[in-house]
């Protein structure tokens, strides 16, 4: 069975940096572009940032561009978001999502896996 289980959320204060982590169970992850989105209250689920299989390519949100960073250990099958100079609209639910291919994609239907999401709280 598939799993992806985000983790590292919590509330911190604006300014400051949390760096989150996807653990994936049940696939291998080297096959797979994954993806972090986020879901404010009211909002849809939107794009932050995606990274190929490799690791070799990355793609931002232009409004996390320059603030968050997106790598993978494929050894761990694990995917890292880090996230500095926070701010109160970065305030959502974070999900990771697993796209079985080589190409980049901002669209959720695009993506076949998703996690459980974690909260992040950024306090002004």
């Known amino acids: 069975q598939v799993q992806l289980a985000e983790s590292g959320g919590g509330l911190v204060q604006a300014g400051g940096s949390l760096r989150l982590s996807c653990a994936a169970s049940?696939?291998?992850?080297?096959?797979?572009?994954m993806g972090w989105f986020r879901q404010a209250p009211g909002k849809e689920r939107e794009f932050v940032a995606t990274?190929?299989?490799?690791?070799?390519?990355?793609y931002y949100a232009d409004s996390v561009n320059g603030r968050f960073t997106i790598s993978r250990d494929n050894a761990k099958n694990t995917v890292y978001l880090q996230m500095n100079s926070l701010k109160p609209e970065d305030t959502a639910v974070y999900y990771c999502?697993?796209?079985?291919?080589?190409?980049?994609?901002?669209?959720?239907?695009?993506?076949?896996?998703w996690g459980q999401g974690t909260q992040v709280t950024v306090s002004s």
């Open positions: 999502g697993a796209r079985r291919s080589t190409v980049l994609a901002t669209e959720r239907d695009n993506y076949n896996y």
């Open positions: 049940g696939l291998s992850l080297r096959s797979y572009a």
């Open positions: 990274i190929t299989w490799s690791g070799g390519r990355t």
